[in-house]
C-alpha cells in the first residue's frame, strides 16, 4: 500500500480512532473461512458459557492459536504491519476470537471501551487496538458495530457491571454518559463486505445489538498490542482481575438461585398461585 494513503489511514485513525480498510484480504478467503467455522460450530464450544439460546457457538476464543482457515487470517502478517503502522509501534496478537451474531437470536454488545478488559490485567498504557477482519456482511440490519468517533481521546470512561445473557460478569458505559458521548462525538455504525476489516483503538467506546434479522454477522476479532506496552506482573495481575470476576459470578449465581427456590417452593406449598398472572373466574373449568 502507498505511503500517502498509509499516512491518511494513519491520520484518520488517530482522529477517529478507527478506519475501515476496504478489500484488505482476499473475499474468497473469508468466505471460505466462515463456511468451515460454520461447519464446525456445533463442536467447538468449550462450556455453555460460549453459547446463547439456540446457537451452538457464539464465541469461538483464540484461533491465532489454532491452525485453521480462521486462524490464517486472524495472524495475517499484512494486519499486524498495518496496525503497527497505525499505532506507531511493533505490535503482537495478545488473544482473538470470533464472534458469531447468529440471525434471528445473536445477543447484543452493550457499550463499552476495550480497556476495561485490558487495564486490570498489567497493561501500563491504552496503546492498543484490534482488528476486526470481516467475514459477512455487516451493516445496519444486522447489528452493526456502532462507534462513537473521537471518543478514544477521552481515555479511561467509568463503566458499571452487569450480568450478560449466560450469567457472566461484563462491564457497560451508563446511558447518561452515552447521551453526553453522543452530542459530543456523534454515533456512526460500520458497513463493510467480506475482505474489509476495521481496526479501532482500545478506548474508543463501541457496541452492538441484539440480532434479529435472517442473516448471520461473523467477524474474527485479532486483538493487538504494541512491544512497547508489555504487562507487569502479568500472571498474578490476570489472576487477580478472574477471580474478581467469577467471585461476582458466583455471587450472582447465588442471589440467583436462593430467588428461584423460593419462588418454586412458596407454588409448591400453596394450592393457589403465587407468581404470573392470577386465573379469573371466567377460567376457572375443574
Known amino acids: 500500500m502507498k505511503t500517502l494513503f498509509l499516512s491518511k489511514y494513519k491520520k484518520d485513525f488517530l482522529k477517529a480512532g478507527y478506519v475501515i480498510v476496504k478489500n484488505f484480504l482476499k473475499k474468497k478467503d473469508c468466505i471460505k473461512a466462515c463456511n468451515w467455522l460454520q461447519k464446525k460450530k456445533y463442536y467447538l464450544a468449550n462450556s455453555w458459557t460460549e453459547q446463547e439460546p439456540m446457537v451452538p457457538l457464539a464465541v469461538y476464543f483464540a484461533p491465532h492459536n489454532q491452525n485453521n482457515p480462521i486462524s490464517k487470517l486472524a495472524k495475517t502478517n499484512r494486519v499486524l504491519d498495518f496496525a503497527s503502522h497505525l499505532i506507531g509501534e511493533k505490535v503482537y496478537i495478545w488473544s482473538s476470537k470470533v464472534n458469531l451474531k447468529a ?6 454488545e452493550y457499550y463499552h471501551q476495550d480497556t476495561v478488559y485490558w487495564k486490570d490485567r498489567g497493561y501500563k ?15 445496519l ?16 470512561i467509568k463503566h458499571v457491571p452487569f450480568f450478560n445473557i449466560n450469567g457472566l460478569a ?5 446511558p447518561k454518559k452515552l447521551d453526553n458521548l453522543k452530542k459530543k462525538f456523534g454515533l456512526k455504525f460500520i458497513k463493510a463486505e467480506p475482505g474489509d476489516i476495521v481496526f479501532f483503538h482500545a478506548s474508543i467506546v463501541h457496541g452492538s445489538s441484539h440480532n ?17 506496552n508489555l504487562p507487569k506482573n502479568v500472571t498474578s495481575s490476570a489472576r487477580n482481575f478472574n477471580l ?15 430467588w ?23 377460567e376457572f373449568k375443574d
Not at 440471525?103 to 447484543?108: D, K, L, R, V
Not at 447489528?143 to 471518543?151: K, N
Not at 474478581?244 to 436462593?258: Q, Y
Request: glycine letters at 6%; proline letters at 3%; a positive charge.
Open 125 to 139: 498504557k491504552d496503546s492498543m487496538l484490534s482488528a476486526m477482519i470481516v467475514l459477512e456482511k455487516h451493516d
Open 170 to 174: 461484563k462491564y457497560m458505559i451508563p
Open 103 to 108: 440471525a434471528w437470536c445473536g445477543t447484543s
Open 212 to 228: 434479529i434479522s435472517g442473516d448471520g454477522r461473523m467477524i474474527i476479532l485479532s486483538q493487538l498490542n504494541s512491544i512497547n
Open 260 to 282: 428461584f427456590k423460593k419462588k418454586y417452593r412458596d407454588q409448591l406449598i400453596n394450592k393457589k398461585l403465587t407468581f404470573s398472572a392470577p386465573i379469573v373466574k371466567q
Open 244 to 258: 474478581f470476576r467469577a467471585r461476582s459470578e458466583l455471587i450472582e449465581a447465588k442471589r440467583k438461585f436462593i
Open 141 to 156: 440490519s444486522n447489528s452493526a458495530l456502532h462507534v462513537f468517533p473521537g471518543s478514544h481521546k477521552l481515555g479511561f
